[in-house]
Every structure is written in C-alpha cells, then in structure tokens.
C-alpha cells in the first residue's frame, strides 16, 4: 500500500475504521434521540456496518432519518475520540451505571487480565477495543447512509433477546455513496426472489421454510443446468454415483462430523439407531471407493455426485435460494497418490475457468488454514496448504490467505466469483484432505504391490444448485443465455388466420431440441412483445399474413433488435448456433 492511499477507502484497514466510527457516531445519535436504549455490538463489516440496539418501539424510515439527520450534526462537531482503559471492576461501574446490561454482560465474558478498553467522544462513551478515527469530524456527513433495520438475536442465540439491527455505509465522497445506492437500487431490481417469482422459477412457502419449491420453468433451468454440469464433467474423466440421504450415527462420528457439525444436521432414530440426514455427501463418497479395491492406475479417480443435502439453519439466517435448508450440492471427490496432488489441484481450477467463463463470471482465490477446531497434525496442515499454495502459484493465480477458516479435516481454496454489479459470491471450493482417507482406511494397490493411503480433494465448482442459481439470476437479471433460458423461443402469431402457422413453426422448432411456447391469446401483437419481453424470453417470432405467404418469421431479440424476415432454417440455425457455442446475449 502506497503512503498516499493510507488513509484511502483503498486501503482496507482504514476502510474498517471509517465505518466502526461511523458506528458509534449513530449510536452517540442515537443514545442523543432516544436515552433509553440500550446498546449492544456495533461493529464494521464487508459494506458499513451494523449497530445491535434494544429499544422499546420498532424503528421505522423516519426514525432513520433522525438518526442521519443527527449523525451529520455530531459529525460536524468535530468530536475528538479518547481511547482509555480501566479495571474490571470500574468497568463494570461504568456500564452499570450508564444502564447497559449488554456491555456488563460482555465484560463478564472477558478472560482475566483482558485489557478493558472504552472510546469517548463528547458525552458518549462505548466499551470497544477500536480502533478509531481520531475525530468525528473526518466523517462526511453528507455521504452517509443508514439502509435497513432488521431483527437480531443477542449473541446470534435463538433463545435471547430479540434486538433491532440498524445498518448503515458511508464514503469519503458524496458522489460514491450516489455510485453505490445506484447499484443498490440495480441489485433490487434483480433480486432472485422477486425475479424467481415474476418468470415463474420458484416459490418459498410458509409451509416449508427453507426448502425451495421449483416450478416448471425452474427446473427446465436447472436439469438444463445439470445437463451442462454432466457434460464437462465427462469431459475431465468424472463418474457420476448417488449415495443415501441417510445414514447412520456410527457413519458420522467415523467421518467427524458427528462431533464438528452435529447441530446442523437432521436427526431421527430408525430401528432404535440414530439415523442423520446427510449435511454433505462426503461419507458416502468414501464408501463408495471403500465398497472394491483399487490399483495405482486407477488414480487419480474422480468422482461426482449431485447430492441432495439438509443443513439446519436459523430462521433467521434464511434468504430466497441463497440460504436454504435442503440443496443438491455438485460435490466431487477425487482420490489420488501423493505425487498427483498439484497436477489434481491444476486440472480442477482449470475446470473451473471453463465453468465460470461460460457464465461470463471473474472470481478471486482465497486460502483458508487450520481452524482452532481440526483433526490431524499441525504438520500434515501445513504441508498440504503448501501444496495448494505451490498449485495455483504455478498456475500464475494470486490468492489471499484466510488464517483458521478451513474445513475441520483440511485446507481449502476458496473461489469468490464476482457478477456483473461486482459482488461477489463463494461458490467453488476445493478442500485438500488426508484425514478422511485415514479414517475410512481406504487403500490402494501401488506399482510396488504394496498397500497405500490414497489422499484426495473435495470439491464443488457451483456450489448449492438452488444457490448458483440464485447468483446467476441475479447476474443476468433473469435474463439468461439462450442455451439456458427455460423458454427459448416465443413465436407470437400477429392474427387468428396466423395461428394455424405458429403452430406449425413451433412443431418444428420442438422437433429440433428447442424450447418454444405460442402466444395464441387474442391480443394486439405490441402487448404480446412486451409481454414476452418481460419474461426475458431470447428470441420472439413474431408471424403475420406476409411471413405465411412468404414462409418466414420475422425475428425480434428481447434486446428490442429487430433482425428482420428470415426463413425458419436460418432463424432455427442462428439460434442452434447460440446454443452450441453457449454464447452469452
């Protein structure tokens, strides 16, 4: 980092910093507003950041608006921040007094001899360990923004207090807060859940929390989906197998994840056995290369499987398909030698450039390292995450390390893929593992006769189906590919005397592999076009008294390009090119 962008939003620490004074600035407004509320957290996150409050009437708009209003008066009084510290005790004391039981309770929890800090600007005072601006001042306050309040629990427990989060962004400028609520308002436009609901994709109901209900279209767009995945997975020497959704108890605590991740799993008893619903397909997988044995020459052996899986999430914590509780996950387990690892990890990223380029989507790599809850060596740890690091390096791919985020059982490489607003979404993983093959005891043969541990990555390149498809929903703005629309083709006859003809044009397309549907209503042509234009639909045929004579259609592109009269084996040859090269239009 250049010394002149050290106090830039391009530096990501002060980026951090900006928003945690931003912070407590609104609840310095807040505590100005309205006394008796109480605080809780308020700390900075990817965008802003968010203030966890109790109080006894729900916020509204306008209460956002006070709260700005009163932000950007505390701004231009330029308060100084003063860092101090004191005993637990005084601490204490000072919480008490001030009526905070959530900052009391916080310091409860502090280890012996933490050090106790508190920040104070004008006649605010909040228990934060920083850091901070030095001055309330060096916040614009017309470039500040609060954006939403939502419910939270104390301390992300179900069973606590129900308290207010107020979030809030801010900028150095003005015109970049307007950037970015711009691409804000762009983001509602294509949210998966309203899109999914307008073309017909999908439906979440109150009977069924967390478990996405796919309808006709959606699922033409996801076998289509699928049909593509099967294809460049047969391409890189995959086989596909299906496990069960169930298994039992003793599975699990072979597998570890029994003891790491038991509170997201379904549980039930079969035959006075605990049974659990599959969180992941793992397990199963290592049965599957278990079940026969296996030579050196058959490795690396690479598995896949579409697994449907179960994770219990908090209500709360659900969002359209981006955070669901049942979803089929494209895993894949690759099982190979020692000497294959780095040539496994290459060809896997490089089946992921093919994937996401075809999506038109960029992505970053992240590496995550052993997280304080793992099994295996701290040796073993760090060779494979050298080994990742020495995969992709070669590749001439950057990365940035996430310390203590990897899976229980190993390192992983992260890919964050970005969309078309430049946020961004991880999907893909690859999880480099030596622990499950010890655990399952899988062997094989080596050249040397000799039995051998295999070891092997885990691996998705979408992710969650249901949660992809959410990503690029929102990417294309429903408006998807021509080989992955879920209708292709909306021929739309201009008469009645037409209609006999569409159907004829239809059948053939039909006949061809295409998705097409007739618009037969006895409308005016325009409300047909628009129409067809809203549901997104690539390509609209529109056929009157002219084209029947001349046996043609007159080709429109839901762009609005009109690309005139042609014959339906021309139109039927552009479209099937689209199609085969999976052009993005």
């Not at 505390?74 to 003063?82: A, G, T, V």
């Not at 996801?222 to 599975?251: A, C, F």
């Not at 020692?338 to 996401?356: A, C, G, P």
Request: hydrophobic share 35%; with cysteine.
């Amino acid at each position: 980092m250049s010394e002149e962008n050290l106090y830039t939003f391009e530096n990501e620490t002060y980026r951090k910093t900006y928003w945690h004074t931003c912070s407590h600035v609104m609840a310095q407004a807040v505590k100005r507003l309205w006394p008796e509320v109480r605080l809780a957290i308020g700390p900075s996150i990817d965008e802003g950041w968010y203030y966890d409050m109790d109080a006894p009437f729900a916020f509204t708009p306008e209460h956002l608006e006070q709260i700005e209003a009163e932000m950007r008066k505390i701004c231009k009084e330029k308060l100084r921040l003063e860092r101090f510290e004191l005993p637990r005790a005084e601490a204490l004391a000072l919480m008490e007094e001030k009526g905070e039981p959530f900052k009391v309770e916080l310091i409860n929890d502090l280890p012996e001899g933490e050090t106790i800090s508190f920040y104070k600007q004008g006649e605010f005072t909040d228990l934060c360990a920083g850091p901070h601006l030095d001055s309330t001042g060096r916040i614009k306050g017309n470039a500040l923004k609060l954006t939403a309040c939502n419910a939270a629990y104390w301390r992300g427990d179900s069973s606590r207090e129900t308290l207010q989060r107020i979030y809030g962004i801010a900028f150095p400028k003005k015109d970049e807060l307007d950037e970015y609520l711009t691409k804000i308002e762009e983001a509602k436009k294509r949210d998966h859940r309203r899109l999914g609901k307008e073309l017909g994709l999908f439906m979440l109901r109150d009977e069924g929390p967390g478990f996405p209900f796919f309808l006709p279209k959606g699922m033409t767009l996801k076998n289509t989906l699928l049909d593509y995945w099967r294809k460049v997975h047969k391409k890189y020497g995959y086989v596909e197998i299906s496990t069960p959704i169930m298994l039992n108890r003793q599975l699990w605590e072979r597998s570890g994840h029994w003891d790491h991740y038991k509170n997201n799993m379904y549980t039930t008893v079969i035959d006075d056995v605990d049974f659990a619903v599959k969180p992941m397909n793992c397990p199963g997988g290592m049965l599957v290369y278990a079940s026969e044995p296996h030579s050196y020459r058959e490795l690396p052996l690479r598995v896949g499987e579409i697994g449907l899986v179960h994770r219990h999430e908090l209500s709360g914590a659900l969002h359209g398909l981006f955070r669901v509780r049942c979803f089929n996950q494209d895993d894949a387990h690759v099982f190979m030698t020692r000497e294959q690892m780095q040539d496994v990890i290459q060809e896997t990223v490089r089946l992921f450039d093919e994937v996401y380029s075809v999506f038109g989507l960029s992505y970053t790599i992240e590496l995550s390292t052993m997280p304080e809850d793992h099994i295996g060596t701290v040796e073993e740890w760090e060779r494979n995450q050298d080994i990742l690091k020495a995969a992709i390096t070669a590749m001439g791919k950057e990365f940035e390390v996430n310390e203590g985020d990897g899976a229980f059982y190993g390192p992983k490489l992260d890919f964050h893929l970005a969309d078309s607003l430049g946020r961004t979404w991880q999907c893909g993983t690859i999880q480099l593992d030596s622990q499950m093959p010890e655990r399952f005891e899988l062997e094989y043969t080596g050249e040397d006769g000799e039995k051998h541990r295999p070891v092997m990555i885990h691996r998705v390149v979408l992710g969650s189906i249901e949660r992809f498809i959410g990503v690029i929903t929102e990417h294309f703005a429903g408006a998807f590919p021509a080989w992955l629309a879920p209708v292709q083709v909306k021929v739309l006859p201009v008469t009645d005397r037409a209609e006999e003809y569409a159907g004829k044009i239809s059948a053939q397309l039909d006949g061809q592999g295409f998705r097409v549907e007739v618009d037969g209503r006895n409308e005016k042509i325009g409300k047909k076009i628009r129409e067809a234009t809203l549901e997104k639909v690539p390509f609209m045929l529109v056929v009157g008294d002219r084209d029947m004579e001349n046996g043609t259609v007159s080709v429109r592109r839901r762009s609005g390009e009109d690309l005139g009269a042609m014959s339906l084996e021309d139109f039927a040859a552009l479209l099937g090119d689209e199609v085969k090269t999976m052009a993005i239009k």
